[in-house]
């Protein structure tokens, strides 16, 4: 994954196990924190990620005409903001990558999936609050 070191801007290849780490930027050498947003991911970055990471995954399956989805995007990212480090949110967008949600047999949206070790520990089809999702990572890890 690329991500962009907020000292001097320039962009850093970082591995999916190091996403939720603190590195440093290839150019001015200044901390790269851990990943603090939920991540957008395609099926490669989905499987990298839920695959090599070293804290749990959290998944949101979404889809942009879904009106309980965008209810729960503003607890997603700050659940993704106040877990960096300890845990990594992903986003699968359900319209662009269909067979994803079909591979987990996703039917109704919004739907989390809880990974760790690349093994589905939880799954919970609807809205859930911040603090359902937090425990959900906590009990993960």
């Given at each position: 994954?690329?991500?962009?070191?907020?000292?001097?801007?320039?962009?850093?290849?970082?591995?999916?196990?190091?996403?939720?780490?603190?590195?440093?930027?290839?150019?001015?050498?200044?901390?790269?924190?851990?990943?603090?947003?939920?991540?957008?991911?395609?099926?490669?970055?989905?499987?990298?990620?839920?695959?090599?990471?070293?804290?749990?995954?959290?998944?949101?399956?979404?889809?942009?005409?879904?009106?309980?989805c965008k209810m729960a995007?503003?607890?997603?990212?700050?659940?993704?903001?106040?877990?960096?480090?300890?845990?990594?949110?992903?986003?699968?967008?359900?319209?662009?990558?269909p067979q994803l949600a079909?591979?987990?047999?996703?039917?109704?949206?919004?739907?989390?999936?809880?990974?760790?070790?690349?093994?589905?520990?939880?799954?919970?089809?609807?809205?859930?609050?911040?603090?359902?999702?937090?425990?959900?990572?906590?009990?993960?890890?």
């Open positions: 994954m690329i991500r962009t070191c907020p000292a001097c801007g320039a962009n850093n290849r970082v591995p999916a196990r190091h996403l939720a780490d603190t590195g440093r930027c290839g150019v001015c050498k200044q901390p790269l924190p851990p990943v603090a947003e939920p991540l957008e991911v395609d099926t490669a970055a989905f499987a990298e990620s839920t695959r090599e990471a070293k804290v749990p995954v959290l998944v949101d399956f979404w889809a942009s005409w879904c009106g309980p995007a503003p607890e997603v990212r700050e659940l993704a903001r106040e877990m960096a480090g300890r845990a990594l949110v992903l986003k699968v967008n359900t319209e662009e990558h079909a591979q987990y047999r996703v039917q109704a949206i919004p739907f989390f999936l809880l990974l760790r070790g690349g093994i589905v520990v939880m799954e919970q089809a609807g809205v859930a609050p911040r603090a359902a999702m937090r425990r959900w990572i906590e009990a993960a890890a």
